[in-house]
């Protein structure tokens, strides 16, 4: 469980710290005070990256030569320290030089206003969710996916170096350095989403009576990622890009039989986000039977109040939850934060 949080030269923060309850902490206050900042730091920890933004200078304060992250749970002791230059981890004061050994110790599933796009969004935005779940539970992965995208970019450079019927030897080495690892990525996906699918089903009938799951899409077999590569090289080539394997991977949510992003409202959509995020969870939990936080930023202006109540009410005796909104809200349990404001001149 998070006990408290240091945020110095982040965001509009020059120095904020805050305590958090066991189970449910609300932070409220008025757009630009932070709050979301404060969960994306929480993120940062988790996963050695914001869910904001690909480039972490984007998280220094104004002309600040740093931006420092401290955390603290109940057991360890995490710090990230980011520089223009780049970004240095720390667990229990102790300097980690492998960012997948510092991923996951700490393990969390937020929701953002933007999570509507798992449901309706680009296969990339989806793929990113089932890689960031997936290596909280097995941290090996993040090693895999790593390889691969080095081979895969690689194969890229290779393909716009070579002009059709050029000798394509290394290309076909590429191809089998490729496949072997984009195989391993399709198989560790769909055993993730038939896991995911079951939780997802069982916790949306808690919302709704509606028939809802979650369908894997895999660009290509795993068995046939090799044979497809070689049938298609000519084309990559032309096209100058690795058109199949996993980088093109998706999955779809189902409502009622049919595409949720077609058929469900926008209520429906965010619902089904929500589950989702959910289900990732519970699944995490199941999986490594380790505490995993919920940080949910934004989600109850989005529901309504009948479902802002079940949402409200989704703990379990070993779950913590940290939750924003411009909306006060009194709690029955937990801590409620206000902020004020940014705190630097």
């Known amino acids: ?60 304060l104004n002309d600040a030569p740093f931006g420092k992250i401290s ?92 002009t059709k019927g050029q000798d394509a030897t290394f290309l076909k080495i590429l191809s089998e350095q490729v496949s072997e690892y984009g195989k391993k990525i399709v198989i560790q996906r769909k055993v993730f989403i038939d896991d995911l699918n079951q939780i997802f089903k069982n916790i949306y009938q808690t919302f709704s009576d509606v028939n809802a799951q979650v369908i894997y899409k895999p660009n290509v077999k795993p068995d046939t990622i090799l044979e497809t590569m070689l049938k298609n090289h000519e084309t990559d080539i032309l096209l100058n890009t690795t058109t199949n394997g996993p980088h093109r991977d998706d999955f779809h949510v189902m409502f009622n039989e049919s595409f949720a992003k077609d058929k469900a409202s926008q209520g429906q959509q965010r619902l089904l986000a929500v589950v989702l995020k959910l289900s990732a969870l519970e699944m995490i939990k199941e999986k490594t039977k380790q505490p995993v936080v919920l940080l949910l930023d934004d989600v109850l202006s989005e529901l309504d109040e009948e479902k802002q109540k079940q949402i409200l009410s989704y703990q379990q005796d070993n779950q913590q939850t940290i939750i924003n909104s411009a909306l006060p809200h009194v709690l029955k349990n937990g801590t409620t934060i206000a902020l004020k404001g940014a705190n630097h001149e």
């Not at 020059?14 to 979301?36: A, E, M, R, V």
């Open 1 to 60: 469980m998070i006990k408290s949080i240091t945020l110095s030269n982040i965001r509009c923060f020059d120095k904020q710290s805050l305590s958090f309850d066991p189970h449910l902490t609300y932070i409220h206050g008025d757009n630009g005070t932070g709050k979301t900042s404060i969960l994306e730091a929480i993120h940062m920890i988790s996963n050695g990256k914001s869910h904001r933004t690909n480039d972490d200078k984007h998280l220094i």
């Open 71 to 162: 955390l603290q749970t109940n057991q360890h002791t995490f710090e990230v320290v980011i520089t223009p230059k780049g970004k240095r981890v720390w667990m229990n004061h102790q300097e980690i030089q492998k960012l997948s050994q510092f991923v996951g110790r700490l393990k969390s599933v937020l929701f953002s206003p933007e999570d509507i796009d798992l449901v309706k969004g680009s296969p990339q935005f989806k793929r990113q969710f089932l890689d960031v779940s997936m290596m909280q539970i097995n941290p090996l992965y993040i090693d895999t996916l790593n390889t691969y995208k080095k081979l895969l970019k690689q194969r890229n450079a290779l393909l716009k170096k070579l």
